[in-house]
C-alpha cells in the first residue's frame, strides 16, 4: 500500500466516498498507485450508491482489479437478474490472475462473495494475503458467521502490522459492537465519536454510533444520529434499516414507524432487516393461504 494514498484509503474506510472521491484527483506517477487510486474512488462511487457511473466508466481494456469493481457494481444495480452470470465471470477469473500477490482484486472478489452468501469462498480468497483490508474484511465475514474467536485472532494479525491504523481502530470496533457486553459496546461508542471528530461523522460512522446506543438502550438517542444521516442521503439503505429498528423499539409512533417500513422496503439494496421482513411476510402468506382454503 501506498503511503501517498494514505488519507484516500482512511475517507474510504470510515465511509467519506465524497472526500475519497475528490482525493482521488491527487496526481501519481506509479502505475500500481495510479491503479489503487483509481480502485478506491470506483469503490467510493459504489459505496454512494452510484453503480452506474462505475459500470459506463470502466472498460473491457481495463485492468482485471478494475473489471471486478464493475463486476460487484453489476451484483448491486441488479441482483435478482445479474447474481449468477457475476459469480460464474468471477469464477473464470480466479483462474486467470495471481491472488497471492493481488489484493486488490482479493478484496473484491471477497466482497463479491460475501455479499452473495459464499462465506467459505471469501475467505478462501482472503486466505492469500495479510494486507490490513484484507484482514479487516476477514473480521467482518468471521462476525457474520459468529465467529468471534476467529475475528479476534485476526484482529491480532492487524494489530501487529499497524496497531495505529484506522482500520485497526474500526475492526477492533466491529468486535466490541458483537458482543452484548455493555462496557465492550461503551468502548466502541467512544472509540466512534474520537473518529467522527479526527474525519468528521460520515453516515456509516453516525450508523455505527446510533447501533452502539441502540445496544445501550439508548433508542432516542439512535434516532437522532439517523435522522442526521438521512440529511446526508435520505435513501441510505443501512440508515432506513437501522431507524426502523429504533423507531419499533422506542414505541415509537405506530403511523411513523409504518412509513419508516414502507421507505425502507421501497429501496433497491436489501439489507439483512428488509430480506428478515419479506421472509416473515412470505411465511405469513403461506400460512393466510392455508387458512382460506
Known sequence: MSSK??????????GNYQQAINEGSLKLKSPKDK??????????????????????????SDPLELKVIKLYASLLNNPEENTEVVLDTLKGWLTEIDLENDYLFQI?????????????????????????????????IYLLIERQDKAIEELGTIRKINEDATIYQLASNWIELSSNDE??????????NEIGQIYGKSISILNAIAVCHMKLGEFSQAEQLLKKALEKNPIDPMTNSNLVTALGKSGFNSNIFKKQVATLLSLREKTPLIEQYLKLEN???????QFNK
Open 283 to 289: 411465511e405469513f402468506d403461506q400460512i393466510a393461504e
Open 5 to 14: 494514498l494514505f488519507s484516500l484509503r482512511n475517507q474510504f474506510y470510515i
Open 35 to 60: 491503479l489503487e487510486r483509481d480502485c478506491y474512488v470506483y469503490r467510493s462511487y459504489i459505496g454512494l450508491g452510484n453503480y452506474q457511473m462505475v459500470l459506463n466508466s470502466v472498460s473491457e
Open 108 to 140: 473484491m472478489a471477497a466482497t463479491i462473495y460475501s455479499n452473495t452468501g459464499n462465506y467459505d469462498e471469501a475467505l478462501r480468497v482472503l486466505s492469500q494475503s495479510n494486507e490490513l483490508e484484507t484482514s479487516a474484511l476477514k473480521i467482518q
Open 183 to 192: 462496557q465492550s459496546i461503551q468502548k466502541a461508542l467512544e472509540s466512534y
